[in-house]
């Protein structure tokens, strides 16, 4: 399985997360072949299994439509299902800066973002789900390192650094805390203060 986090392990990080906020209602953003996805459905049913806590998982991906690096829809379900963690996901082919349309206000308790982060996509993600997180709730993008800022194609096409948007964002200044784990790619958590 094909993921930027495969190589320090952040499937423990993922775990770790989700076993201590033990969150309900989860949504992630690019999910690729569902190596987090896979990781936070575990954790969910982790919690269920110690806890009787019913989690679930509605993850969005544009796959074949994606014009760059993507799997087929087929395939991540496949690899949820090989996985025996089908229960826990739900899987949608659409466009990530819609999905939010789809959610009410204070419903969401976690979320995760990867696709292709940039500062730009900060920003419009802290637009679009600031007032879908309840209180409490937790938002994790990939990246937010000066490393990850630097890789090959956000210097090339001079896309805006995404932790100088962290660190700038009025949304996330007023009402969040967030953190940064440096292994690269890098994760940055935001907690919306309660």
């Not at 990781?39 to 110690?50: Q, T, Y």
């Not at 299902?81 to 419903?107: I, M």
């Not at 993008?141 to 001079?158: C, H």
């Not at 805006?160 to 200044?173: A, D, G, R, V």
Request: proline fraction near 3%; charged fraction near 25%; glycine fraction near 6%.
């Amino acid at each position: 399985m094909h993921s930027s986090y495969l190589t320090h392990n952040y499937v423990a990080v993922f775990k770790a997360m989700i076993s201590a906020y033990q969150p309900i209602n989860c949504v992630e953003l690019g999910v690729l072949e569902g190596y987090s996805a896979l990781a936070i459905a575990s954790g969910l049913k982790e919690n269920f299994d110690k806890h009787g806590a019913k989690g679930h998982l509605v993850a969005y991906d544009l796959f074949e439509e994606y014009p760059y690096r993507h799997v087929s829809y087929e395939t991540t379900k496949k690899n949820i299902d090989d996985a025996g963690l089908s229960d826990w996901v739900t899987l949608y082919q659409e466009d990530a800066f819609r999905a939010h349309s789809f959610h009410g206000p204070n419903t969401v308790h976690f979320l995760h973002v990867d696709l292709s982060n940039t500062g730009d996509t900060v920003k419009k993600i802290m637009e679009f789900w600031d007032n879908l997180m309840v209180q409490g709730g937790i938002i994790c993008f990939e990246g937010g390192s000066e490393e990850r800022d630097q890789i090959e194609w956000m210097t090339q096409y001079k896309a805006e650094p995404i932790k100088k948007e962290l660190e700038t964002n009025s949304i996330i200044e007023a009402r969040y805390v967030f953190a940064t784990y440096f292994k690269f790619p890098s994760l940055t958590c935001l907690l919306k203060k309660r």
